[in-house]
């Protein structure tokens, strides 16, 4: 009762508990002689017999927990551990979600240096000084005093993660699953993982996700966001990489006792090219600064070079940790990073073998595994390693069928195969969404070997076996029923809507580059209306920067149409429906923001991912449309010449340059605000109108995006109407520029 009293409550509950605890030792001659007993022992209600305090305590733990006060909370408890009373899992637990902070929708793309850090922890209180929030602060000061005296404070550790990364201590949640590692030798029972007293057999793959998985899994979600989004500061920046060096490190120290880490070996190989350091702990236990780009890379390549294939990990009192074998969607990932990232076909043969040889038991390589090798060898132009996994999807294929084809039949059966496999997929399965995921993956790659073999009219004719919908006229005919028309118009987006951006982006390139703007202005409206259906649902997305730059591409094309059928109407509708394309990329943000508060599920933008912004391709496909010049292309010193005139002009007459319009206006400060520089053709417009555009800027750095094999720098060309490309695709030197011929002038001949 005295808890609920406002005013002298807490005092007068903690004199009861403290008068509980001094009556067991109140006969004590030695405990007389504390000074703070001597203190107490006026004020402390006299007790005839020995009580235990056990139960008041609890009381009044649980009632400061009530009321939210989190610091008194903290150091009762920590008094009662520290004097051997034994507080329950459940307590210990309903204290620490107290401490955890609500998170933030959208959640913060922000990462907490920690205060004087230290990359060698010998125990979590080498952690305790390093937090900058309260909250994190209490729960390691409660969790550490917890591990010395209770026995089993069991899913504390996920919960002490997830209170850091609310508060945005990356390094520090990751300082803490660096400890659990190291403590998962001594004491399984904290992370919930049986093992016994010298080694566990490990099963792969597993049936659920263990404790390590999802705390693994939480702790790499943040810096993927981190890296995926462009413009971020050097502190969060520096902050997410040390993260990420910290998890890297057990890997190169073969530490990491978790066979699923296909997460984790994602965001390695994202990491930005930036030239930053980090602390690492090697092998020995020393503490030293590397660079961070080069340094996970590195522990790729070592991880690739030397796969973990024992079965077994043994404890550290015996011997060093053994990290388990990976497994299938690991090796699948590390095969992407090689091919894609690498560019080595020797890496991706000891994946390979390692998978079917030296894996215990053996991993059979799966659909996934040639849709990476034909994704693979399509984008690096590789017609070799192309056919050989085509070939492999033509034998698996075969096993299950005892057919026999040919390698253009068994594509385009594999194509329509697929088509009609997510025609039949059941969307009210709970497992619907895993299956639409991995038929989309097959089928897009497909389409893609397609387009990059230069047969995009192959592609383009399955659109209406995959979208049957799109045969329904747009109005109803006159004997058709208008009601059953708008229901069939609507039920026509509900099965495209849980396929995602993906095939969009596809079908849009292909349609694109075969010409077809009439089938993509279909296709194009299809893919807005299932984008926009999909906001109502439990996994929304949104459109990418790929599938408005290829629609920028479809009217650039039709007004080039125009232009040389001279058709006035033609070439004004393109530009109409390209100036529409473009404010629709630019208001997707607010629309979706709208779609979701109306429906009360703001909290759902998190698993939308980046927004579609403008980039280089797209800059250059929407001055391709809204291009100000015609005839020849200039040279660089006519361009120079050009810029030089103007500024001089508009200095002394103040007469500007023709050519500028209001949507060369907002394409350049588009490109300002995200950092692009305006192509030197352009910059000579905005001189005297808008300054800021006409100087030049430094490009922003590249976060996640160029691969490490390539060179990160944009191709080195006179291109005056058009934003240098950092090329991601294909090679990674571009194409040799054309070599001109010099024209020598013939001497005039006297007569």
Partial sequence: MA????????????????????????????????????????????????????????????????????QQAADLAVSMMDAGMKLRAKTLQTFMRILKPPPTHPPRRIAIPPFSFTPNIRSLADIIPMAQHPSSRLALEIFTVARKTQNNPRGMFRTLITICLINAEIVLASLIFVFVMKEFQHRPALVEQPLDNTSVQVSHPPRKPNAMHLMLRRLVRPIRRIFESSGQDAETLSASLQALANIASLIDNRRLIIGDISPLLRVLYHCPRVDADVWIVDANEDAKQVNAYTYIHD???????????????????????????????ACNTLLHYSLRH???????????????????????????????????????????????????????SEQDSNASVSADEFHDSAIISLCQSLRSVDLTLPTSRADITKLIYSLTTHLMHYISTGRPQLASKYIFTLFPELALPMTPSANFDISRHKEARHAMVVRPS??????????????????????????????????????????????????????????ALEYRRGVKQQREKVRVMALIGGMRCYKQMKDVREEVQRALSEIGCEYRMERIGNMPDVDARFVNATLALFKPWSGPMPSEPEVRREFEETMMRVAETGVLANGWTPVLQEIAEDMVRVGLELPPGLRHLFLGRWDEAARKRERPPQFGLVPYAYPGEPDHGWRPFTVPCIRTRGLPFGRRPRRRERQTRRPKKID
């Fill in 3 to 70: 808890l609920r009293t406002p005013v002298g409550g807490i005092e007068d509950a903690l004199l009861i508990v403290n008068s509980l605890r001094y009556s067991s030792f109140k006969n004590d001659p030695a405990a007389h002689q504390i000074p703070a007993v001597k203190a107490f022992q006026d004020i402390a209600v006299d007790f005839k017999h020995p009580v235990s305090p056990r139960l008041s305590s609890h009381a009044l733990l649980h009632g400061l927990m009530r009321m939210g006060r989190k």
């Fill in 299 to 329: 522990v790729l390549e070592r991880l690739i070079t030397s796969l973990p294939t024992s079965t077994t990990f043994q404890s550290l009192r015996n011997s060093r940790p053994i990290m388990p074998p990976i497994d299938l969607h």
């Fill in 342 to 396: 690498r560019l080595s076909p020797a890496f991706a043969d000891m994946i390979l073998r390692h998978m079917v040889e030296e894996h215990s038991p053996p991993l059979q390589p799966d659909s996934t595994t040639f849709n990476i090798l034909l994704r693979s060898g399509t984008l690096l132009q590789d017609s070799t390693l192309a056919q050989e996994a085509i070939a492999a999807h033509q034998s698996l």
């Fill in 498 to 555: 849980k396929y995602g951006p993906m095939i969009f982006h596809v079908l849009l390139n292909d349609l694109a580059k075969s010409g077809r703007t009439g089938l993509a202005k279909i296709v194009w409206n299809l893919a807005q209306r299932a984008e926009r259906h999909s906001w109502t649902k439990l996994n929304p997305w949104v459109l990418g920067v790929e599938a408005y730059t290829c629609m920028m591409r479809c009217w």
